[in-house]
């Protein structure tokens, strides 16, 4: 069993995918900056994996799919840590914002309302708000 394979036992795909997830966007300038590799390594850390497991997964980018969550709360959180990896570097790229589109729309959010999604979370998470008021917001967008 090769240690991509054992990143998954254990753990859900989703848990994997949503990591590539956030690696492809702090990947979007084509580097991942020191900030980047923190929020990287606190996420993989929150979600019981192991740098050398991080460093798998960097490495194998491509190859891993896309799993979307089930659950309400999960496309939420998901969704927030896209945009806190966004703005991880203090510098929101165009490519990260497509990358956080593309995203957010196969997470299930309703294609009309991505934009407003993603801006309104940079506004709260730049204004110092908290996941609670994070996912205030997505819920009173998503459903209002």
Request: aromatic share 8%; with cysteine; hydrophobic share 40%.
């Amino acid at each position: 069993m090769s240690i991509l394979d054992a990143f998954t036992s254990g753990e859900s795909e989703r848990h994997k995918s949503h990591f590539c997830n956030l690696a492809k966007i702090a990947l979007a300038d084509g580097t991942v900056d020191e900030p980047e590799m923190i929020f990287l390594q606190h996420i993989a850390k929150e979600l019981g994996h192991t740098q050398e497991e991080v460093d798998v997964v960097m490495e194998n980018i491509k190859d891993i799919p896309f799993t979307p969550p089930s659950s309400k709360e999960d496309r939420f959180y998901q969704m927030y840590n896209l945009i806190r990896m966004v703005l991880a570097d203090d510098i929101v790229e165009a490519n990260e914002i497509t990358w956080s589109r593309r995203f957010a729309v196969g997470l299930g959010f309703p294609h009309g309302k991505v934009d407003k999604i993603i801006d309104t979370l940079i506004a709260i998470l730049q204004k110092g708000g908290s996941k609670d008021d994070c996912f205030e917001a997505m819920e009173d967008i998503v459903y209002p």
